[in-house]
């Protein structure tokens, strides 16, 4: 496929790492969610981090929407709490998106963690829901909206939610697989389809949008779709099975994909609208780039992502320019 326009991604730079001032914040912001709210020219950025017990819990900052990189405001406090014991979000809390719906409520997806014994973690989707623009969010239910069945065996997770031509479209991480390797317990993932009439009951048909591209890639995650001038455009982070954590040529790339009907794509990794590391060994994504969000802004498409150490070092934004 040819490009008419020679666009590429230029980063803008770190925006915001925790400091561990708060018990329930000590570390990460990782899987940025971002929300505009143009009324204030207010970027929303939601993210999980962790305490000092490795638990994931989901913050904000907000942001200037003239200079993203300057910080208005950091919140004290979690948007929602660990699920009850023995719930399905015991262990963690974690954004992954947000759909703004006609009637001024927001919808926050989020995954869900558990520890287990034979396998690391265990995840699945849950839905919060704030009725007052965002200041608060309230869980839908203690349960998720899907869990593992005779389709997904093992876990789903992230999900890009978009409601268009009257259906919702899901984009999520569906576990295939896990492995051992180097002694430990490695999960295999990539990214499936399914739809709903309400947003709420999905119809889970196994339908694959981004598969592997060798028996050695393993992580295929978090799905950022848009639609512009009637083609599907996506970016996603992928990795190998090994040394991911350690290697730069294993680590997560962020990738590049479009399709015509939602459901079957082909992948562009190599085009200048996929994101690689930064060649400075000292920098905060150097290593790695995962995560992305992708949104317009006052005509600047822009995209929030992780760097080193799956949010570790924080997050911060790229903008799309011509070359």
């Excluded at 819990?57 to 200079?67: A, Q, S």
Aim: with cysteine; aromatic share 14%; hydrophobic share 35%.
């Amino acid at each position: 496929m040819t490009y008419t326009k020679p666009l590429k991604w230029e980063k803008k730079g770190l925006i915001f790492k925790p400091k561990g001032e708060f018990s329930w914040s000590k570390s990460h912001a990782q899987v940025p969610v971002v929300d505009y709210l143009e009324e204030e020219n207010i970027i929303k950025v939601y993210y999980s981090t962790r305490n000092e017990e490795g638990y994931s819990m989901p913050g904000y900052v907000l942001l200037d929407g003239d200079n993203p990189k300057k910080i208005i405001k950091i919140a004290n406090e979690p948007i929602l709490q660990l699920g009850e014991l023995g719930c399905f979000d015991d262990c963690g809390v974690m954004p992954s998106w947000l759909v703004n719906r006609d009637n001024g409520e927001k919808w926050l997806y989020y995954i869900g963690w558990n520890v287990r014994n034979t396998i690391p973690y265990h995840n699945s989707i849950g839905l919060a829901i704030s009725k007052d623009g965002g200041e608060s969010f309230a869980k839908f239910s203690k349960g998720p909206l899907w869990d593992r069945n005779h389709i997904e065996p093992h876990y789903s997770g992230t999900s890009c939610v978009l409601f268009h031509n009257q259906i919702w479209k899901n984009w999520y991480l569906s576990c295939t697989e896990w492995r051992i390797v180097d002694g430990k317990s490695e999960p295999r993932y990539h990214i499936k389809y399914a739809e709903s009439i309400d947003g709420i009951n999905w119809k889970i048909r196994g339908d694959v949008a981004i598969d592997y591209k060798s028996p050695d890639e393993a992580g295929i995650v978090k799905a950022s779709v848009i639609i512009e001038d009637n083609t599907f455009k996506m970016w996603y982070s992928y990795r190998l099975f090994k040394d991911y954590r350690t290697s730069v040529n294993s680590s997560y790339r962020i990738g590049y994909a479009e399709s015509q009907d939602g459901i079957n794509w082909e992948r562009m990794d190599d085009s200048p609208l996929a994101l690689s590391v930064s060649n400075d060994e000292l920098c905060w994504d150097s290593l790695m780039v995962e995560y992305p969000h992708v949104i317009d802004i006052k005509g600047k498409r822009m995209m929030f992502y992780n760097g080193n150490g799956f949010g570790k070092s924080g997050f911060g934004y790229a903008q799309l320019i011509k070359s």
